[in-house]
């Protein structure tokens, strides 16, 4: 049976699934892997809880702003956004619309197999001397041949590469 | 929410009252809907100083990084060096924020970094010394973001979970800027005679505070005891070896150096620092402490 609790809770979803990252408009929270739940408090407030990407991220605060302004827009005016640091936010929780989405916006999306592992219980996080091996091909013309000019970009999340193809640079949402 | 332009997006006065001036007009509290609950047996005032420890390393470097923007070689390492930087920052807030969360004597990051006096900085030296050349700047980075690498990746088991989180947030960054300096200081060794010499003076000017980065305070000793804090004694041979690594790509020799003297045994983690933190401070406090009702 669907009770009106699970309805109001499915809607609040919907419309906290609508909210985008300030800095990639193209993605919504949810693409992006930053929204991790939304549920209804006994209280009746709408409960949501998100990650950040980088610890540095500036774009948080914006991102809690903008949940609790579009909730409040669709009728439900008391919302908490909680914030979960562990498990650490990952690119390869982004979802395949989003990588779909940075494609067709020129970013090109992550290469999650060229994640270095981060240790921890495993021992110390490897060295690596050598630029990272990701099969990158442009996002423009698909030419597989491109070249990486820099490992940071405009956004923490973000490096830049060109296309040796088509000459264009593109940026390339980064393995983390 | 979409704009036709960005002048529109930055003067959007919002519903809550607040104009938009690039992401707000403050700053929240980053731990802001974190749970900051301090478990039990955790000694509280040990847990905000090493906090500030960690956090005023983080701090500190990233005020250093900045001065590079306008003024790296080219566009690119420049941007790097901005996002390093940004990176530490959001270490260093959250590290104060639980600092301050955990003393509860109402302070918070604002307070910890604008309006603390030199002798109240818990950093190591290392970081506080004047940027120098490109050549040192990839020396320090890859020195300090090495250690800070072989302590946070221990800090994910930290008893502490908030401590625990940063850190693993924190290895996946610091993965990131220790490859920066790495592949960059297998450029300079391994370029022209040049830019060998200047990297290894580079390396001359910072080794002498590596010292101390693996000497503990009593504390950190005390609380890895807790299993809250890393004793970073014991990773000095992880440490050795990513260096040896670097500089046998490089085709680089480490120079032989003496370490710099202490304080009858205290340095950085005691508040005892160069003449340089002064500085450094001055200009970095001094607008929160002119008009301390100053937002940004």
């Known amino acids: 049976m669907v009770t009106r609790e699970d309805e109001d809770v499915a809607t609040a979803r919907a419309v906290a699934e609508t909210v985008t990252d300030p800095e990639l408009p193209m993605l919504t929270l949810a693409d992006l892997g930053v929204l991790r739940e939304v549920d209804l408090a006994e209280d009746g407030a709408v ?10 991220c500036p774009a948080l605060a914006e991102m809690r702003t903008d949940l609790r302004r579009r909730l409040a827009e669709a009728g439900y005016p008391r919302v908490r956004v909680h914030t979960v640091l562990s498990p650490a936010w990952s690119s390869s929780w982004i979802t395949e619309r989003g990588r779909r989405k940075l494609a067709e916006h020129g970013v090109h999306p992550p290469d999650d197999s060229a994640s270095v592992d981060h240790g921890g219980a495993t021992g110390p996080v490897p060295l690596t001397l050598e630029p990272p091996r990701r099969r990158i091909r442009c996002p423009r013309c698909g030419c597989p041949d491109t070249e990486r000019t820099s490992e940071f970009g405009a956004t923490a999340c973000k490096a830049l590469y060109r296309c040796l193809g088509c000459r264009e640079p593109f940026e390339y949402f980064k393995e983390i | 929410m979409s704009f036709d332009n960005a002048y529109e997006a ?14 707000g007009t403050g700053f929240v509290d980053p731990l802001d809907g974190v749970d900051t609950t301090v478990p039990s047996g955790v000694d509280r005032e040990g847990l905000a100083t090493y906090c ?122 610091v993965t990131y800027h220790r490859d920066y300096a790495a592949r960059w200081a297998v450029r300079l060794g391994d370029g022209t005679e040049y830019s060998a010499r200047r990297l290894h003076q580079g390396f001359a000017d910072v080794l002498p505070f590596v010292a101390e980065l693996f000497t503990p305070h009593e504390l950190e000793r005390e609380l890895a005891r807790q299993e809250v804090a890393v004793d970073p ?52 406090q001094s607008l929160a402490r002119g008009d301390p009702e100053a937002r940004w």
Request: charged share 25%; with cysteine; glycine share 10%.
């Open chain 1, 47 to 56: 409960e949501v809880t998100v990650t950040p990407t980088y610890s540095g």
């Open chain 2, 10 to 23: 930055v003067t959007e006065a919002q519903p809550d009252g607040d104009t938009r001036w690039a992401f």
């Open chain 2, 52 to 173: 500030l420890m960690l956090g005023d390393d983080a701090l500190v470097l990233s005020h250093r990084l900045s001065e590079w923007t306008t003024r790296a070689h080219e566009l690119e390492d420049e941007v790097a060096l901005a996002n390093i930087a940004l990176d530490l920052l959001g270490q260093a807030r959250m590290l104060l924020s639980r600092a301050a969360a955990v003393a509860g004597d109402g302070g918070d990051e604002d307070s910890l970094a604008y309006f603390r006096d030199e002798r109240e900085f818990r950093n190591v030296r290392l970081v506080e010394l004047p940027r120098g050349d490109f050549g040192r700047c990839v020396a320090g980075l890859l020195v300090f973001s090495t250690w800070r690498l072989a302590v946070l990746g221990r800090l994910t088991h930290s008893a502490d979970p908030v401590l625990a989180a940063v850190a693993a947030k924190g290895v996946k960054e």
């Open chain 2, 233 to 284: 004694a014991p990773l000095r041979p992880e440490f050795d070896e990513v260096l040896h690594t670097v500089c046998t790509t490089a085709g680089t020799e480490l120079p032989e150096v003496t370490p710099v003297g202490t304080l009858a045994g205290e340095a950085g983690r005691h508040g005892v620092h160069t003449e340089h933190l002064g500085y450094l401070l001055a200009e970095m």
